[in-house]
């Protein structure tokens, strides 16, 4: 599983409501990913990270924000939930220095009602 | 950026005949191309990937091929057996790059 947890693997919350999810890695991985998963549209990405302090948006980042702190913390913060972010949504984390395989974390299930 | 586009959306084959599932993309800079399984409840898992260096590669009973030219790649599943049902991404991804764009996955059914 590459060493990546995610926290909390369930929630469900109200519109309006500020949320935070956690990616927590143990193998000091430099690349990291948040993506949603929804029925018709696969994997998008919301944002990714290459560092520490460093981030970069995905194809569906509005409504979204992140921090890397630290290289094993990856968090995904919805400012406001809505309806629209209800998903699941999965971590990643990409191997680098000549392999370039990316593996998943064991996904959150967000319900904003 | 990417677009990776991903057919048949859902296939059903008897235990023991072949799937095979195909994605084009868009990006001739793409390089490295991925397959994933998705049983459910559960998180993406990778059972084989290519880079553009490789025309085809296999794995017991999986296999991968890559058309650069035509900028397609196919994942190929032989003598399929009823815990092969599950959900099959394809992506595709630059070595150097940050990214990776998704397929929209195919939901294969295995009928015993």
């Known amino acids: 599983d590459a060493g990546i947890t995610q926290s909390p693997r369930h929630k469900v919350t109200e519109t309006g409501t500020p949320v935070t999810l956690r990616c927590h890695q143990t193998e000091n991985h430099r690349y990291m990913y948040w993506y949603r998963q929804d029925p018709g549209h696969g994997l998008r990405l919301i944002h990714y990270s290459y560092g520490v302090k460093d981030t970069d948006k995905g194809e569906v980042s509005d409504g979204y924000s992140v921090s890397r702190s630290k290289t094993e913390d990856f968090l995904l913060t919805l400012e406001s939930a809505t309806s629209s972010q209800t998903s699941v949504y999965f971590c990643?984390?990409?191997?680098?220095?000549?392999?370039?395989?990316?593996?998943f974390g064991p996904g959150t299930r967000l319900t904003v009602t | 950026g990417e677009n990776v586009e991903q057919h048949p959306s859902t296939l059903s084959v008897q235990e023991g005949d072949s799937a095979v599932i195909k994605c084009t993309y868009s990006?001739?800079?793409?390089?490295?191309f991925p397959w994933y399984k998705q049983e459910l409840g559960k998180r993406p898992q990778l059972i084989i990937d290519?880079?553009?260096?490789?025309g085809e590669k296999k794995d017991q009973r999986i296999a991968v091929t890559l058309n650069k030219t035509a900028k397609h790649f196919s994942l190929h599943i032989t003598e399929t057996q009823p815990e092969d049902s599950a959900v099959y991404f394809c992506a595709a991804s630059k070595e150097l790059g940050n990214q990776f764009y998704f397929g929209t996955g195919t939901s294969l059914t295995v009928i015993p």
């Open positions: 990006d001739s800079a793409s390089n490295y």
């Open positions: 990643a984390i990409k191997f680098s220095g000549g392999a370039y395989e990316q593996y």
């Open positions: 290519i880079r553009s260096n490789v």
